[in-house]
């Protein structure tokens, strides 16, 4: 399966299947990518034996192979800088191509080191994980962290190519598949209902990775946000809504600290629980939808902030909700919900408001 993303800046394919990553010549050839020289990133924690197969499978270019240990403690400038010295050591040229193969940090990092090293080198992206694989892969989003949040340090750089492969999703713990789920989750909240009642029915198969089940959810979800990229690349409108429970789940991962205690994927399901009911608390989702919303993440044990923060955390994370990059004024713009599917832009408020709205969740 495949499927065409077309913006103003470039069209690229995100090809679906199962052990395609081993294609990986036959993918670059189908898709003019002839490089002399490659680097591949890929993360440590790939099984071993499929990093040695990929790399006997790919052309015998003037290939390098970098493994990092990826993680949100590792997803800053000094990563990138390493990433850039090898590549200037190496007198990589325009026409030559980084390949990440990782998960959303991983693609995060280096198609970020790839769009600004002389310019912008070319970009392949083999997302393995369930969370790159159906959002962070696609859309041309990059960056880094630094002290004042999530992200702060980006470009926008559309891939040249991405190879969606669910053999990687086999060596996966349920956490992580739970971390992809949440996105997942997210694409049908803004975008498809009846998606919504398809995951709803299909959770256990799709994190039990029943192929038929994880094949058509991977490929529908990729759809909701290649149709959300296409109208608007560059996040002036619609694109927005990706961002829906991620003003409190950036928060909330950056006030903890990026530790292992909350990964970014449960802090999104916990940050779709915030923005659900907040979207409720200012008279926009009807009490029946929350209700479905609450009991689904219930069913996923995601429905109690209590369960990680305390009262002396409020403080710290509305601090980081105020540096969002989506702000543009001293209060916190949030994407809420009118009805499933229908998602509202651009509403702003209060630090005071949204601490007692905080308060009302945590501080009992």
């Known amino acids: 399966m495949k499927l065409l993303v077309k913006t103003k800046d470039k069209t690229y394919p995100i090809y679906f299947g199962e052990n395609n990553c081993f294609k990986i010549n036959k993918i670059l050839k189908r898709n003019n990518i002839n490089p002399n020289k490659l680097m591949v990133i890929y993360d440590k924690n790939i099984p071993k034996k499929i990093i040695s197969k990929f790399k006997n499978r790919i052309k015998k270019n003037e290939n390098i192979f ?21 590549l200037g050591k190496n007198n ?24 600004i090293y002389k310019r912008g080198l070319k970009f392949v992206n083999i997302p393995t994980t369930l969370l790159s694989q159906v959002d962070s892969s696609i859309g041309g989003k990059t960056g880094v962290n630094n002290f004042l949040g999530k992200n702060m340090i980006g470009t926008f750089c559309q891939p040249d190519a991405v190879v969606v492969d669910i053999i990687f999703l086999n060596s996966l713990p349920k956490r992580e598949m739970i971390c992809g789920y949440a996105e997942i989750l997210k694409h049908s909240l803004i975008s498809d209902k009846k998606f919504f009642v398809f995951l709803k029915n299909n959770f256990k198969s799709i994190l039990n990775l029943k192929k038929k089940i994880i094949k058509k959810t991977i490929f529908s979800s990729c759809k909701i946000k290649r149709t959300i990229v296409e109208k608007d690349e560059r996040e002036s409108s619609l694109r927005k809504t990706l961002n829906y429970g991620h003003t409190f789940a950036h928060a909330f991962e950056s006030s903890l600290g990026y530790t292992n205690r909350l990964n970014h994927g449960e802090a999104v399901l916990l940050g779709i629980l915030a923005a659900s009911k907040f979207s409720n608390k200012e008279n926009l989702l009807p009490k029946d939808e929350l209700r479905l919303i609450e009991n689904h993440l219930g069913e996923l044990k995601y429905n109690n902030l209590k369960l990680f923060f305390k009262k002396k955390n409020i403080k710290k994370i509305l601090d980081f909700m105020i540096k969002d990059k989506k702000n543009n004024s001293k209060n916190i713009n949030l994407i809420l919900l009118k009805r499933i599917a229908k998602p509202v832009l651009n509403n702003t408020y209060s630090k005071i408001k949204l601490k007692k709205f905080l308060s009302s969740l945590i501080d009992k």
């Open 92 to 115: 990589f040229s325009r026409n030559d191509y980084v390949i990440s193969m990782g998960g959303g940090i991983a693609g995060d990092i280096c198609a970020f080191a790839a769009s």
């Open 66 to 86: 970098l493994g990092v240990k990826f993680n949100e403690k590792v997803k800053n400038l000094n990563t990138v800088k390493k990433i850039l010295n090898i």
